[in-house]
């Protein structure tokens, strides 16, 4: 289970500070704060690291998935916490490792999706995801208001650049395999559509490109998807071309993870 073996391997043998200077049975009350403004997500992850520990209840005050504001840069109060004070520390650092950095993804996925706010494109994940953090990180891009792409590559086809130069060529790799092919220009574009494909993702395309892709594809009722180059700075004018969705790596390997912290009373 990720959650015991994060503990494991902060912990290993035992927390010799907390077990040197705290009781047996010593009971603790404290909170889990927020210090800047952020989109949160795994709130309930902190439970379950304290239930693996000991004695500790939990209660989540704030909702996930929604801006929170700082009034008056104040800490805000997001989780209570009371229950065994060794438990709590041991268990400190591993719970807030996994929702400062799930919610530094919910947080910078909303801010794209914030940004192509009334158009009909949607932003969507990718496979760059921390190795065995992949459900987690793919949940924190759902609250944000993201989209999911493929889980892996288990559950959906999709034909990339290699894949094409192994089959042979585009008409050839989609002969093979029903699913998602990349194309890098309008000529591989047109290609694609001759082979049959209704899925169609652009790699790299400048924004003339796109606007031409979308005009030729809509007609024929093909979905396009955008990668490659997306920022908070062109993603409003990528979603203006009219392109169905725009998937983006950097909201899992690229986002800042969310001060917060643990203080007890």
Request: aromatic share 6%.
């Amino acid at each position: 289970m990720l959650i015991r073996r994060a503990l494991r391997e902060d912990i290993d043998k035992g927390d010799i500070t907390t077990e040197n200077i705290v009781p047996l049975d010593y009971t603790a009350s404290g909170r889990i704060q927020l210090k800047e403004r952020a989109v949160l997500s795994g709130l309930p992850i902190v439970g379950w690291v304290f239930d693996e520990l000991g004695k500790v209840e939990t209660r989540i005050i704030i909702d996930e998935g929604v801006w929170l504001e700082l009034e008056n840069n104040k800490p805000l109060d997001i989780i209570s916490i009371k229950g065994d004070a060794r438990a709590i520390l041991m268990g400190e650092r591993t719970a807030l490792n996994f929702i400062q950095r799930l919610s530094g993804i919910s947080t910078l996925t909303k801010k794209f999706v914030d940004k192509i706010k009334g158009t009909d494109a949607r932003i969507l994940d990718t496979r760059k995801t921390t190795p065995t953090f992949r459900y987690l990180e793919k949940y924190a891009v759902r609250v944000g208001g993201g989209y999911n792409h493929r889980m892996g590559l288990y559950d959906e086809a999709l034909i990339k650049e290699n894949h094409i130069r192994i089959a042979g060529g585009i008409k050839k790799a989609l002969s093979l395999v029903n699913g998602e092919i990349e194309v890098a220009n309008l000529s591989e574009l047109e290609e694609a559509i001759n082979g049959g494909a209704n899925h169609i993702m652009l790699d790299n395309m400048n924004i003339n490109e796109l606007k031409e892709a979308v005009n030729f594809a809509k007609k024929k009722n093909i979905t396009l998807e955008v990668s490659g180059g997306v920022t908070l700075s062109n993603v409003r004018e990528i979603a203006e071309t009219g392109i169905d969705y725009i998937s983006i790596g950097a909201i899992t390997h690229s986002y800042k993870s969310i001060d917060i912290s643990l203080l007890i009373d």
